[in-house]
T-cell receptor, first 114, second 113 residues
Framework: DAGVIQSPRHEVTEMGQEVTLRCKPI?????LFWYRQTMMRGLELLIY????????DSGMPEDRFSAKMPNASFSTLKIQPSEPRDSAVYFC????????????FGPGTRLTVL | GENVEQHPSTLSVQEGDSAVIKCTYS??????FPWYKQELGKRPQLIID?????GEKKDQRIAVTLNKTAKHFSLHITETQPEDSAVYFC????????????FGSGTQLTVLP
């Protein structure tokens, strides 16, 4: 199994631009999580999906952030417009939630907004 | 909701010594407690987990203990090696509930050669 796949691995953009981060969960997993990690705030859960349905998006910072999961094998996290304070590492994780719950993380996308 | 507190935030030990990281949780319904290790620039990776039907679990030099009454769990690393240097995160959730993991704030472990 290839594990959780994220793209791009690095993204450098200018303030005001739209940024789209992509994630492919482990095949067969039914839950997908988006996290943001910074030195100041640590690991924050932004949103998670169960069976492609958003369950909890209370961690999404503001309306500039949106996430979709159109099918079981793909999810996107979009920031529009981006701001310098959005600079962070964004991780996607997936799990099989039927009493197992172990989350497996992707390699992350390092986002830099200038 | 669940709240997980982790201590200490930084820990330095001499190579060969033991390291202990402690976490407390607030939701008595939580019954799944994983530990993740994150090396610099890498993703968090699961190193060991425990469920509430057991009090201790070991995997070579790593062990986790759970005290459900006191609502705390600990990670023990024995015979530490420089490659154990990393940030360690504890987490808690209610298994199978579709709730997310609640993570602790992390412990930076440094093993001095």
């Amino acid at each position: 199994d290839a594990g959780v796949i994220q793209s791009p691995r690095h993204e450098v953009t200018e303030m005001g631009q739209e940024v789209t981060l992509r994630c492919k969960p482990i095949s067969g997993h039914n839950s997908l999580f988006w996290y943001r990690q910074t030195m100041m705030r640590g690991l924050e859960l932004l949103i998670y999906f169960n069976n492609n349905v958003p369950i909890d998006d209370s961690g999404m910072p503001e309306d500039r952030f949106s996430a979709k999961m159109p099918n079981a094998s793909f999810s996107t996290l979009k920031i529009q417009p981006s701001e310098p304070r959005d600079s962070a590492v964004y991780f996607c994780a997936s799990s099989f939630q039927r009493g197992i719950d172990t989350q497996y993380f992707g390699p992350g996308t390092r986002l830099t907004v200038l | 909701g669940e709240n997980v507190e982790q201590h200490p935030s930084t820990l330095s030990v001499q190579e060969g010594d033991s390291a202990v990281i402690k976490c407390t949780y607030s939701d008595s319904a939580s019954n799944y407690f994983p530990w993740y290790k994150q090396e610099l620039g890498k993703r968090p990776q699961l190193i060991i987990d425990i469920r509430s039907n057991v009090g201790e679990k070991k995997d070579q030099r790593i062990a986790v203990t759970l005290n459900k009454t006191a609502k705390h769990f600990s990670l023990h690393i024995t015979e530490t090696q420089p490659e154990d240097s990393a940030v360690y995160f504890c987490a808690a959730t209610v298994s199978g509930s579709a709730r997310q993991l609640t993570f602790g704030s992390g412990t930076q472990l440094t093993v001095l050669p």
